[in-house]
């Protein structure tokens, strides 16, 4: 099985009340692609300036990440400012310079068109319909959206939504799309849009799994520390989409539960460090641990 990724990547600066960290690697993609890697392939498209440090390529290409389709132009990578005072759950952004990204027209590599799994992160809906186009060979398709692209787009990312077998959202992003406050009826307003299941994260709260008018609700997993929430749902989404992608999984909801735990559970791993550090230092043996004991957690 094969795992396409397309979205950002960047270099942040982030406070948390842990300290601060500048020019860290970043991006939804990467936090994706790092997730995912533990699990199956992955094949990365993306771009980043000239000012991207090789250090960063070969860290994701040690980790079995495929960049044929990372492009390097001239200019600078895209970078971002946040910090989280008070509720870790909510980034406040202190600036955005898009850069080279602000005129990113992704182009998928012939290698990559036949993925299996194919999952567009956060970027402009009218482009995600475009790479939709791109990977006629995808079997499973799955999105993710934000805010922004909401108010700005809501007619483009509902047509994208309808074309795609999963979405994601967190419970501000599912409340917004649909004008609902209720989870359940938000759920089963973007299934009415065409997506077979809805992936509604809520943060230290969990998240909801959707399906064939089956409930699964997860709780997160509970850490002493959250040093950096950045790049948290992104985790999630390549923990789930990385187990879907492994050799001989079915999408039955037995699977989909377990593909949710593991999105929780590297999640987890991704908050206990800046930036990518919680990925760096981690193996199998860990990730396998700790689903082991989220499933001691939650079973009864």
Request: glycine share 8%; with cysteine; hydrophobic share 40%.
């Amino acid at each position: 099985m094969s795992l396409l990724v397309v979205g950002s990547i960047a270099l942040d600066d982030v406070t948390t009340p842990y300290g601060s960290v500048k020019e860290v690697l970043g991006g939804s993609a990467v936090y994706f692609s790092l997730s995912a890697s533990f699990f199956t392939g992955v094949n990365l498209v993306g771009v980043v300036g000239n000012d991207f440090p090789k250090r960063h390529n070969k860290l994701l290409e040690k980790k079995g990440i495929d960049l044929q389709g990372l492009e390097r132009k001239d200019g600078k990578t895209f970078r971002w400012s946040g910090n989280y005072v008070g509720d870790m759950n909510i980034a406040h952004t202190n600036w955005v310079k898009l850069n080279v990204f602000e005129r990113f027209t992704p182009s998928i590599p012939k290698a990559h068109k036949n993925s299996d799994y194919l999952f567009l992160a956060n970027i402009d809906p009218d482009i995600q319909m475009d790479l939709l186009r791109q990977a006629r060979g995808a079997r499973f398709l799955a999105c993710d959206s934000m805010n922004h692209w909401i108010d700005s787009k809501k007619k483009s990312l509902i047509k994208l939504i309808s074309k795609v077998d999963l979405f994601f959202a967190n419970e501000k992003e599912a409340q917004s799309l649909t004008g609902e406050t209720n989870l359940k009826k938000a759920a089963r307003a973007i299934t009415s849009f065409g997506p077979r299941m809805v992936v509604i994260k809520k943060g230290e709260h969990g998240a909801f799994l959707f399906v064939d008018n089956k409930i699964f609700a997860s709780p997160a997993y509970l850490l002493d520390i959250v040093i950096d929430p950045t790049g948290a749902g992104d985790s999630f989404a390549g923990g789930f989409m990385g187990y879907m992608a492994t050799p001989g999984r079915r999408k039955t909801l037995k699977e989909l539960r377990k593909a949710v735990a593991y999105g929780t559970i590297m999640a987890s791993f991704c908050v206990e460090g800046f930036s990518v550090a919680g990925f760096t230092r981690l193996n199998k043996r860990a990730i396998a641990k700790r689903f082991r004991d989220f499933s001691r957690m939650t079973h009864f």
